[in-house]
């Protein structure tokens, strides 16, 4: 991944960065509460990109509160191994306003609850935050656990699709 983005959105928490290789959008960096925002410069031609756009009206009904599904974004996970494409891709079949555990989603995979852990430890290596949305799974007893740019993000997205818990 470049020092160089080429998507830039600004969001109240930080900006948030996207890099796209031909294929798609191969990285989107939420800034982590805890460490601060890293400001990078942005590739101005990328401006030109019309996945660009799609991105930005995307994330713009996302935080607006309306549901999103951001099919329309192509992303290049091809750099990941086997199974974390297929975790991420399954991932991406918990809808919007829901959330799920590891467990069930290593059982919907057919790997069984005791795969938990490492479907946990493959969403934790996710690079396509919000898109394939790590942040709709939750601990065996219902707990926000674990999320690369922190909790206080976890809880937002939740909020965004009205699936924060009490």
């Known amino acids: 991944m470049s020092l160089q983005a080429n998507f830039q959105y600004e ?71 086997e199974f974390q494409r297929e975790v991420w891709l399954a991932a991406r079949s918990v809808a919007w306003g829901s959330t799920s555990t590891y467990g069930a989603l290593a059982e919907r995979m057919g790997k069984g609850k005791g795969s938990a852990r490492a479907v946990g430890h493959a969403l934790g290596q996710n690079p396509l935050a919000i898109l394939i949305p790590c942040h709709r799974f939750l601990a065996a007893d219902g707990s926000l656990t674990g999320y690369a740019a922190g909790l206080e993000w976890k809880r937002e997205l939740l909020r965004v699709e009205g699936a924060l818990l009490a």
């Open 11 to 81: 969001h109240r928490m930080g900006t948030i960065y996207g890099w796209f290789s031909p294929r798609g959008l191969q990285h989107l960096h939420l800034p982590h509460a805890e460490t601060g925002a890293v400001r990078r410069s942005v590739l101005h031609s990328s401006a030109n990109d019309s996945r660009v756009w799609a991105l930005h009206a995307s994330l713009e009904r996302y935080f607006a509160g309306l549901k999103e599904t951001f099919e329309a974004i192509p992303i290049d996970i091809e750099s990941a191994t």
